[in-house]
């Protein structure tokens, strides 16, 4: 019996060294969106242009070499992902930078990629403020159609949340628990924003705007009719969810 307890308590705290998973496909790609993103942002934080400039400010800081040998350059082209060794270095330019990495800009990587319980964070205003998840996306839906007719710019800000919002109505009603709302606005508020010349701006000085866009577009896909309703249709679908629609 004490052999017994013996061999529970060895398979249980013994822990042996194991060979690092080897990155799927879409994990190198994710990890090379990650770089690029967080690489475009860091120079616009220090004022500098490209990954030349960036390697010489941050030899400046560190004492290192890093401008001889491009050691950013392939990140900044969304070429290579960034190791934890270098994030760890880069966190001397900005404290957050793990966190920035993980997140995206606006949130976006979250909202793309984070598992489900891991989207609330992101719309955690919006859901104090509304009663229920289908009034938050009714209102979501309606404050773009408004942004749409008075031809306002859109932000990151916005798609995160458009991600984010498709992502609870459907995988929830696919996976957890139907939530009685049938989710067909939120098709068209993810193309709204990526049509956004706005967002369209901002994810390409990032340098990830094609990535994203074909990922997003990918999502869309069999669902075209819908991502491209009339704004005029939709108006008349949240008429009777929203009692400021005349």
Not at 23 to 38: C, P, Y
Request: a neutral charge; hydrophobic letters at 45%.
């Amino acid at each position: 019996r004490i052999g017994v307890q013996l061999i529970r308590h060895f398979h249980t705290r013994t822990k042996f060294p194991m060979a690092r998973p080897r990155r799927t496909d879409t994990e190198r790609k994710r990890g090379r969106m990650r770089a690029a993103a967080l690489m475009n942002s860091l120079a616009r934080k220090i004022g500098v242009a490209n990954p030349h400039q960036f390697a010489l400010h941050f030899d400046a800081l560190t004492g290192m070499n890093t401008q001889s040998s491009g050691k950013w350059r392939s990140s900044f082209n969304g070429e290579k992902a960034l190791s934890t060794q270098q994030l760890q270095l880069l966190s001397r330019i900005d404290p957050e930078v793990f966190e920035r990495h993980e997140m995206g800009p606006a949130n976006l990587w979250q909202a793309m990629w984070a598992p489900l319980q891991g989207l609330r964070s992101i719309v955690s205003t919006e859901l104090a403020l509304w009663p229920t998840l289908e009034v938050l996306v009714a209102e979501f839906e309606g404050d773009l159609l408004l942004a749409e007719a008075y031809h306002e710019p859109l932000t990151i800000a916005h798609l995160a949340k458009a991600v984010a919002l498709h992502r609870l109505v459907h995988e929830l009603n696919a996976r957890i628990i139907p939530v009685g709302i049938d989710g067909e606005g939120t098709y068209r508020a993810i193309r709204r924003c990526l049509d956004d010349a706005s967002i369209a701006a901002a994810l390409a000085s990032l340098g990830i705007f094609d990535d994203v866009d074909a990922e997003l577009s990918d999502w869309l896909a069999g669902h075209e009719e819908l991502a491209s309703t009339p704004a005029a249709a939709r108006w008349n679908a949240l008429a009777s969810r929203l009692d400021w629609i005349a």
